[in-house]
C-alpha cells in the first residue's frame, strides 16, 4: 500500500517561496501521476497541478506562474515550490496520486501559514 | 474550468438514515467523478470513482449513481463515523475541479 509523507515549514514569510516534499513508499514512483492539491480554510480543495515520473508536468492556470514541481526518483520524492506568496496561500497543502484521475491516496495534510 | 455544485452545503440526519448528495458539474463529464469522505483535519478518503465504482474496502452502505452533469452519492443506515464532509470530484479535464463539500451532522 502506497504512503505519502509530506515535511515541510508551516510558516512563511510574505513574498517568499513555499516549500514542501512528499516522499513516497510501498509502490513504484513511475507508477502514478503526483498532484499537489491546497484546501484554505473553509474553502473547497483546489489542485495545483501534477508531475510524473519522468518529470512532465500540468499546472492549473491560476498558479501557473508561481509554482514549480519537481521529482526526484532516487530518493522517491516530489516537491512543490510556490513563489511570490501572500496570506491568500494560507492553506493545508496536500500530496496526492493517481493512476486514472481519482485520487488513491493522500499525504497526511501539511498546514502552510503566510505570515510575517 | 469545469464548475462543481454541490447540494446541500450541510445536511443533518440520525444515525441510520439514508441521506444523498448532489453534484452538478457545469458540463459533461460523462462518469469521471469522484467523491471523497473528509474528516477534521485529515485528508480526504477515496469512497466512489467513476460515478458509480466502489473503492475497496469501502462499505457497501455508500453508493454513487450518474452520469453526464449530475451525480449522487448515497448513504444509507448512517453509521457514526460517516459523520463527516463530502466531496466530489471531476477528472474529465485539467484542472481537477472539487465540489465546495457537503458537511454531514448528526441532527
Known amino acids: 500500500q502506497v504512503q505519502l509523507q509530506q515535511s515541510g515549514p508551516g510558516l512563511v514569510k510574505p513574498s517568499e517561496t513555499l516549500s514542501l516534499t512528499c516522499t513516497v513508499s510501498?509502490?513504484?514512483?513511475?507508477?502514478?501521476?503526483w498532484s499537489w492539491i491546497r484546501q484554505p480554510p473553509g474553502k473547497r480543495l483546489e489542485w495545483i497541478g501534477y508531475i510524473n515520473y519522468s518529470g512532465s508536468t500540468n499546472y492549473n492556470p491560476s498558479l501557473k506562474s508561481r509554482v514549480t514541481m519537481s521529482v526526484d526518483t532516487s530518493k522517491r520524492q516530489i516537491s512543490l515550490k510556490l513563489n511570490s506568496v501572500t496570506a491568500a496561500d494560507t492553506a493545508v497543502y496536500y500530496c496526492g496520486m493517481y493512476r486514472n484521475g481519482y485520487y488513491e491516496a493522500w499525504g497526511q495534510g501539511t498546514l502552510v501559514i503566510v505570515s510575517s | 474550468d469545469i464548475q462543481m455544485t454541490q447540494s446541500p452545503s450541510t445536511l443533518s440526519a440520525s444515525v441510520g438514515d439514508r441521506v444523498t448528495i448532489t453534484c452538478r458539474a457545469s458540463?459533461?463529464?460523462?462518469?469521471?467523478l469522484a467523491w471523497y469522505q473528509q474528516r477534521p483535519g485529515k485528508a480526504p478518503k477515496l469512497l466512489i470513482y467513476k460515478s458509480s465504482t466502489l473503492e475497496s474496502g469501502v462499505p457497501s452502505r455508500f453508493s454513487g449513481s450518474g452520469s453526464g452533469t449530475e451525480f449522487t452519492l448515497a448513504i444509507s443506515c448512517l453509521q457514526p463515523d460517516d459523520f463527516a464532509t463530502y466531496y466530489c470530484?471531476?477528472?474529465?479535464?485539467?484542472?481537477?475541479?472539487f465540489g465546495q463539500g457537503t458537511k454531514l451532522e448528526i441532527k
Open positions: 470530484q471531476q477528472y474529465n479535464s485539467y484542472p481537477h475541479t
Open positions: 458540463q459533461s463529464i460523462s462518469s469521471w
Open positions: 510501498g509502490d513504484s514512483i513511475s507508477s502514478y501521476y
